[in-house]
């Protein structure tokens, strides 16, 4: 199939042009790159159940891997699950269009390959003005996944999705480097206390503040041994992830102590004739560190290095736990202290 590549820096005419191209695609149950300010998504209509396939097969995922869908604007939300409260009202006035997946009780329509098979729905509304209007001008809620193949690092620039996905779909909608890095906080609302399945760059406290009550971790999140994931809430963590192709290995402790052990670490195995990659982020760089993660991956892939040696960030940081929950399965949670 041949892809065409559509560069949108501003919303002219001739953007808009190119995304009612791809709108179109979507509405005939075809599947579209495009821009949010997390990672790139891979979009079908969520309500077409074909559609939502085709996503899948070109992604090479599993198919009770739940996908997000994204919305632009609020009587959508109101379509596709019935729950309303207090909590979703503030937290949706103050996060959306943002970096926040509500997870929620799903209404019929939604097909059950939108959601694995759940009864809830994730549902986010992105705050990129390509995604948005992508979204109106196809007036079909969009299911979106991260546009990588399965198992392969989040698409964080276009050049990522070009990578993956060049000749397996017709549209990819360039809007430039995704401002976030990492994917949205996912939110369970089902439950009794609101209960976060994946963390990002909207923390625990941002969300309590907005609540005025308590949010809690989902204690899978604080396993460190995939093993341990015994029954995940939110399916897409079972999975291998964002994996390098490179081997990894995570080095954690004192900062000091962490660089002399990637010098010597990188040394010993430059002597054996390996290729090492290392990835060291500033020690208070959270946000940066959410940036680049994804894409120095790649970068280090591209480069075509043997092993990546990178420092863990402050966990105790609730973005650097963020990064820290993808870094350790992008390790496949090899982790060595020193
Ligand atoms: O930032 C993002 O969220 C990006 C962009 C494209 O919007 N999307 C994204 O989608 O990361 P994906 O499919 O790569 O990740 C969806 C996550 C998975 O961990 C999945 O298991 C979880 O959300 N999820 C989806 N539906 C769920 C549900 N009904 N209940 C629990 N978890 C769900
Ligand atoms: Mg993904």
Redesign the pocket.
């Known amino acids: 199939m041949k892809t065409k590549i559509y560069d949108i820096q501003k919303l002219n005419d001739r953007a808009m042009a190119h995304i009612k191209e791809a709108a179109d695609i979507l509405k005939k149950g075809g599947l579209v790159a495009f821009p949010?300010e997390?990672?790139?998504?891979l979009g079908a209509d969520a309500l077409n159940p074909k559609a939502v396939a085709a996503i899948y097969k070109t992604k090479g995922r599993p198919s009770d891997?739940?996908?997000?869908v994204?919305i632009a604007d609020m009587d959508r939300l109101h379509e596709l699950s019935l729950l309303r409260s207090e909590v979703i009202t503030k937290l949706t006035k103050r996060f959306w269009p943002g970096?926040l997946?509500l997870?929620l009780p799903k209404e019929e329509k939604v097909p059950d390959e939108t959601?694995g098979g759940?009864s809830?729905?994730?549902i986010?509304m992105?705050d990129n003005p390509v995604a948005l209007e992508l979204i109106k001008q196809s007036d079909c809620p969009i299911a979106?996944?991260?546009a990588n193949l399965s198992g392969r690092p989040?698409p964080t620039k276009c050049e990522h999705v070009v990578e993956d996905l060049k000749g397996k779909i017709p549209i990819i909608l360039n809007g430039g480097n995704c401002r976030v890095g990492i994917?949205?906080t996912?939110l369970?609302l089902t439950g009794e206390i609101p209960t976060i399945?994946?963390p990002g760059i909207l923390t625990q406290g941002d969300l309590e503040m907005v609540i005025g009550d308590k949010v809690v971790l989902d204690p899978d999140l604080n396993r460190k041994k995939h093993q341990d994931i015994l029954s995940p809430?939110?399916?897409?963590?079972k999975y291998t992830h964002y994996a390098p192709k490179a081997e990894m290995i995570i080095i954690q402790g004192n900062p000091d102590r962490v660089r002399i052990e990637i010098e010597r670490m990188k040394r010993a195995n430059e002597e054996k004739g390996r290729v090492v990659g290392v990835i060291l982020f500033a020690e208070q760089a959270f946000r940066q560190a959410a940036h680049d993660f994804f894409a120095e991956l790649r970068s280090l892939d591209d480069q075509g290095v043997d092993l990546i040696l990178a420092g863990a960030l402050n966990d105790e940081n609730p973005i650097g736990f963020a990064v820290m929950n993808r870094m350790l399965k992008s390790a496949g949670y090899h982790i060595i202290e020193v």
């Open positions: 949010t997390t990672v790139y998504g891997n739940p996908m997000i994204h970096p997946t997870v959601t759940l809830t729905v994730a986010r992105p979106a996944p991260s989040s994917e949205s996912v369970d399945l994946r809430k939110a399916p897409g963590m």
